[in-house]
């Protein structure tokens, strides 16, 4: 992006590097290899699928401690912190990228982390986060009720986009193309009277839920990728991002896990996760670390 910008046009460090050798030993050539590795990264090998299990492990206990801390009168600010210190007591190096908790009016932002909000009753929360693991990276995203119990619309929205979610996941496989994948979510809206979503769901039926490959990077490099008709591959580790946003009513739902392809289907790696309603309004019944605390009086 500085390269290419009008307003920069600074070179890389890797750039300068070439010129430098390039002016120092003429005699010598010079290739970008950058595509070959790009290519290797595109399927994991059992090393790197043992390690991202492990990172994602992480991150499962993570979400799991976030949202059980979660009630109106929380900051957002103290729920980052829950995060990132579970993650740090089970041995990540740091974070992926900053946790963005959205709710209220900053659901409109997409990747929000200000951490500036206290939480009301009657807010919905995305959490989007991950830990930094030996250098593999994790992402996944719940949605929930900062009261513990949705609504009557918020589980309405919640549970279209859990469907399509659940969709994606019965049908990633060896030999199946992400556009394959969309038609049978296309087809299950349609079978289940959902098609005044349709619109919501474009993108998700075009790619078949996916967003972007993780590993060495929380957005992983492909080298070659054919859009919707990329076929799916044993050791691929990609995002299945499933968002349905309603901004009008503050009602943000992202709905994303890690999934790897295997010999006959596939693996979610953020297994663990509460997904449905049920399960999300019985995790957050318990409490949390921070309630836990404060019950100690030690915040």
């Not at 009008?6 to 300068?16: C, H």
């Not at 030993?25 to 790197?48: G, H, M, N, Y």
Request: hydrophobic letters at 40%.
């Amino acid at each position: 992006t500085m390269t290419l910008s009008p307003w920069d046009g600074r070179l890389t460090r890797e750039l300068q590097f070439v010129r430098h050798l390039r002016d120092r030993f003429p005699q010598v050539e010079i290739r970008d290899c950058t595509p070959i590795v790009w290519e290797l990264r595109k399927i994991k090998s059992p090393a790197e699928l043992d390690v991202l299990r492990r990172a994602a492990r992480i991150g499962v206990q993570a979400h799991r401690a976030l949202i059980q801390s979660t009630r109106p009168g929380v900051g957002e600010k103290a729920l980052a912190s829950v995060f990132e210190f579970v993650c740090g007591l089970e041995g990540a190096a740091g974070q992926a990228y900053s946790p963005i908790i959205m709710s209220g009016k900053n659901h409109a932002y997409g990747h929000y982390h200000a951490y500036d909000r206290v939480l009301k009753a009657g807010d919905f929360v995305i959490l989007d986060a991950g830990p930094d693991y030996a250098e593999y990276d994790v992402d996944i995203s719940t949605s929930f009720p900062a009261s513990g119990a949705f609504s009557a619309r918020q589980r309405e929205l919640y549970e279209v986009a859990l469907a399509v979610r659940d969709t994606c996941l019965e049908n990633y496989r060896p030999g199946v193309s992400f556009k394959q994948v969309g038609e049978k979510v296309a087809a299950m809206l349609k079978e289940k009277g959902l098609d005044a979503y349709a619109k919501d769901f474009a993108g998700v039926v075009r790619y078949g839920g996916y967003n972007h490959m993780i590993g060495l990077a929380t957005h992983d490099v492909t080298g070659e990728f054919a859009g919707p008709d990329e076929i799916l591959a044993p050791g691929m580790v990609f995002a299945c991002d499933i968002q349905l946003f309603r901004l009008d009513e503050e009602i943000g739902i992202r709905i994303e896990d890690m999934v790897a392809v295997t010999e006959s289907g596939c693996e979610n790696l953020s297994l663990g996760v509460p997904r449905t309603v049920a399960e999300i309004e019985a995790l957050m019944k318990e409490d949390g670390i921070l309630q836990m605390l404060r019950k100690k009086t030690l915040i």
